[in-house]
Each structure stands twice: as structure tokens, then as C-alpha cells.
């Protein structure tokens, strides 16, 4: 016999299902199952006509098409507060401005079930946070260290206000190669052996910071990852929850071992490449955690409302220690989507090499979203159906001169074979193949044509 919430439940799929393919919208299971979420707390789905305003009774809103500046203005100022803006093809810089209007909610990466970036966010978080009173910290477990060096006392206060919520913890001292400074090696090594002892999802906090009050929020949003875009851009592992998944696991232990291979690269960083390559090969569910769970103390800028308060100086100058590091990302980052450097999807096929081929997607800021969409989604169904016997694709969208030359360096120096292409062509079936079999290993192939 069916229950009643798993009859629901199987409705509500159907119904998504149904309104995806009507609109001609390719997602996941894991985006189609944080569609159903956000749906079950604030109501029904609806895709956005351009040019219309939301109706009352529609709690999430799918927008296909990027809106003009002005339409996004209208958009924007008709949004209720208890609603959630979803873009199921967030990869596309077209809609950078409207994402910068609102509240980033979170960004699940593309896979080959969905070929697509899922973005989703609001005005505030208020209306998915949990009820007062929650206790859904129950299969949470708060981990932190510190240097050896700093004493026992560093980590006091976070330790008292733990038992205080009664949440279980794991605090330890742990030997740095500087001293009181701890590397992000040294602090993503903590993190795995956490994870290798315990089987709660973790959240790790940084030592000296001070609770306001139980961090609920992480546990409650069923996600990979979480944390904190400073300024929107640069990703903080001072407050970092990981659920218990695979692709969870995945984000660790690319941390770890890019923040092992550079040392010397900060930690913000560090975490920030190993989310571009986890979500490059799997869809990571990621939640940006709001500014109350990163507060710096003494923060003018800081919400009455907070969490989490950091012991930061107030121009948070430990996040980054070049304030020109990472430029050419920062308007990707903002935009909770990959950079135009960075491959977009990773798929791996079935043959037995180690040959890749990276795919090129140029010309995107002046095409079309349904016909980048669909270029998107013809490059890897053709990789699908015939991957030449390359063992790897990688597909980056390059919207710059810059871009391209970027990805075709990094792509030349991993020894890929190149192609590049515009949203607007038609791709042979044969693609793949066809480049596979040719004998100049060394040269990228540009497909030709016309717009048109």
C-alpha cells in the first residue's frame, strides 16, 4: 500500500516532469529533487512568460529566458518574499544581472542525466530557513581545530557554546608546520580524518569564532556543501558544512589534495578549485550560506540577525591576501557559475584512455539562452552516442577573447585535442570520430558556418 506522502510525493513528480518537458527544460534528478523541495515549502512551480508579472500563488518561478535590464526591474519588484527564482541554465552569463538583483540561494552543477548549471535564489532566506524551535541539528556534528601552538583557550568559547545547544563536537589541537598559522592542508587533512572517524554530516566552523545561536540552517537544506561567498565571490572555509554524500567526499578530498600540491595558495582559494572541478563532474548540490552564518565581530555591515560571528578584522583581510588574486573569476563567482577558464562538464565515456578532448564555446554572450541550451545539451548527447575513443570531454563556455585563449593553453598543456565552436552551428554526428581519427594531434579544429 502507497502512503500518502509517497503518493504525493510521486504527484509532485509527474507534475514537474510534465511542466520540464512542455517547456523543454533538461535537469537532473538531484535538480529536479531541489525543484520538489523548494516547491513543498513555498508552493507551486511556475515557468516565467517574459514580459508577465508572477501570479500570487506560484512559489517558485523557472526562468528560461534572461530578461532585458528594465524586465528584470519588474521581475524583481513583483517577487513576494516567500518565493524562489530557479534559472535552469545558470551557466549562461545572460542572466548574470538579474542574479545579481537577488539573494543567492544555491548552484547544483551539471551532470549527463542534466547538462546544465541549476541556479536558485530569492530576495531572502527567511522563508526556507527552519521553524524557531527546530531541532534538526540531531545528525550534525560541529568539528573544528586549531594550531597546537594557540593553547587550549582559542577555542573555548565555541566549545562551551556547543554543549550549551547541546550539539556534538569534535575540537582538538593539531600540529601546524607555522606555528599558530594553520595551512589549508593542514586544516582539509583535520577535515578527512572527521570524516573517516564519524558518519554525521559535518560542519565545520573555525575555532575562535562565537555561536549566537544553534546553526540549524546547514543540516536542514539536505545539500552537498555549504558556505560563504565573501562579497559574493570569495568562497570562505571558515564556515563549511559537508553533508554525507559522494560528492561531498569528492569536494574534501580535491581540496585537500590541491591545497597539499600549492601550499602556498590561500585557503579561500584553494576550496574555490576544488568546487569548480567537483561540480565540473557531478551535479554537487551547493548552498551559499547568507551573511549571518560568516559575521565578522564589530561589522558594520553585519546583520543584526547573526549565527555565526568570525574573530575578523573588519575589512576581512585574511580571506585574501592579494586583493587582485582571482580577478578574471570574480564575475563568474558572483554569478554562482564557472568561469569561462574553468571547464564547465566533465564527462567521462566508456572507452579505455586517457585521451581527452575539450570543446570550446565561443560566441556566448551574443547567442541566444535556448540556442546555447541546445548546443550545450548536442555537444554531449554527441559525445554520448559516439565519443571517438576519447576517454574524456571537457566543454568550456568562453564568452571573451581572453577566455579562449585561457582554455585553449590549459587544454594544449594537458595535451587535449581542441574544437571549437558557436551556440549557433550544427554539429555532425560524427564529430568526435571524425576528429578522433585525424592525424594533426596538434591543431584545434574551428567548425565553420554561418549564422543563420
Known amino acids: 500500500m502507497i502512503s500518502a506522502d509517497t503518493a504525493q510525493a510521486t504527484g509532485l513528480q509527474t507534475n514537474f516532469d510534465q511542466l520540464l518537458a512542455a517547456n523543454g ?8 529533487r531541489r525543484l520538489a523541495w523548494l516547491s513543498e515549502r513555498l508552493g507551486p512551480a511556475v515557468v516565467h512568460q517574459a514580459g508577465s508579472v508572477p501570479a500570487r500563488g506560484h512559489g517558485v518561478i523557472i526562468l528560461v529566458e534572461p530578461p532585458s535590464g528594465p524586465a528584470a526591474e519588474m521581475l524583481y519588484r513583483s517577487l513576494r518574499a516567500d518565493c524562489a527564482v530557479v534559472v535552469p541554465f545558470g551557466e549562461n552569463p545572460a542572466f548574470d544581472f538579474l542574479k545579481s538583483k537577488l539573494t ?22 527567511r522563508p526556507i530557513a527552519p521553524e524557531q ?4 541539528e540531531a545528525s550534525l556534528r560541529v568539528v573544528s581545530c586549531y594550531p597546537r601552538a594557540g593553547g587550549d583557550d582559542h577555542a573555548r568559547a565555541l566549545r562551551d557554546k556547543l554543549a550549551e545547544f547541546r550539539i556534538v563536537c569534535d575540537i582538538a589541537p593539531i600540529d601546524t608546520a607555522d606555528g599558530a598559522q594553520m595551512r589549508a592542508a593542514e586544516k582539509s ?25 544553534p546553526p540549524l540552517l546547514p543540516s536542514y537544506l539536505d545539500c552537498d556543501i555549504a558556505l560563504h561567498k565573501w562579497n559574493r565571490w570569495e568562497m570562505s572555509a571558515r564556515t563549511l558544512y559537508l553533508g554525507r554524500s ?18 602556498a595558495v ?18 554537487l548540490d551547493t548552498v551559499w550560506l547568507p551573511r549571518s552564518y560568516h559575521a565578522p565581530a564589530e561589522d558594520a555591515g553585519t546583520p543584526r540577525h547573526t549565527t555565526v560571528v568570525h574573530n575578523l578584522p573588519t575589512d576581512s583581510s585574511d580571506l585574501g591576501p592579494d586583493a587582485e588574486f582571482g580577478v578574471a573569476m570574480r564575475a563568474a563567482r558572483r554569478a554562482s557559475r564557472s568561469n569561462g577558464r574553468d571547464a564547465m562538464i566533465v564527462i567521462r565515456s566508456q572507452a579505455a584512455s586517457h585521451d581527452a578532448i575539450t ?5 556566448i554572450a551574443t547567442s541566444d539562452a535556448r540556442e546555447m541550451a541546445a548546443s550545450i545539451e548536442a555537444v554531449t548527447g554527441a559525445f554520448a552516442a559516439d565519443c571517438g575513443g576519447f576517454g574524456r570531454l571537457e566543454l568550456a563556455l568562453c564568452p571573451w577573447q581572453d577566455d579562449i585563449r585561457a582554455a585553449k593553453s590549459a587544454a594544449k598543456s594537458a595535451n587535449n585535442r581542441i574544437i571549437e565552436i558557436a551556440p549557433w552551428q550544427t554539429l555532425p554526428a560524427d564529430l568526435f570520430r571524425t576528429v578522433g581519427q585525424s592525424r594533426d594531434a596538434g591543431s584545434v579544429v574551428v567548425m565553420a558556418g554561418q549564422r543563420g
Open 359 to 363: 570543446v570550446i564555446m565561443r560566441d
Open 246 to 263: 559522494p560528492a561531498a567526499e569528492a569536494v574534501l578530498r580535491n581540496w585537500h589534495h590541491i591545497a597539499s600540491a600549492y601550499p
Open 25 to 32: 527544460i533538461r535537469m537532473s534528478a538531484a535538480q529536479r
Open 189 to 213: 587533512g583535520f577535515m578527512l580524518r572527521m570524516w573517516e572517524q564519524h558518519h554525521e554530516p559535518l560542519l565545520f566552523i573555525e575555532a575562535d569564532a562565537v555561536l549566537s545561536e
Open 266 to 283: 590561500w585557503e579561500g582559494y584553494s576550496l574555490d578549485q576544488a568546487w569548480s572541478l567537483t561540480s565540473s563532474q557531478m551535479a
Open 104 to 125: 543567492d540561494f544555491g548552484t547544483i552543477g551539471p551532470s549527463f542525466d542534466g547538462p546544465h548549471e541549476m541556479w536558485w535564489g530569492g530576495l531572502n532566506w
Open 133 to 136: 524551535g527546530s531541532r534538526s
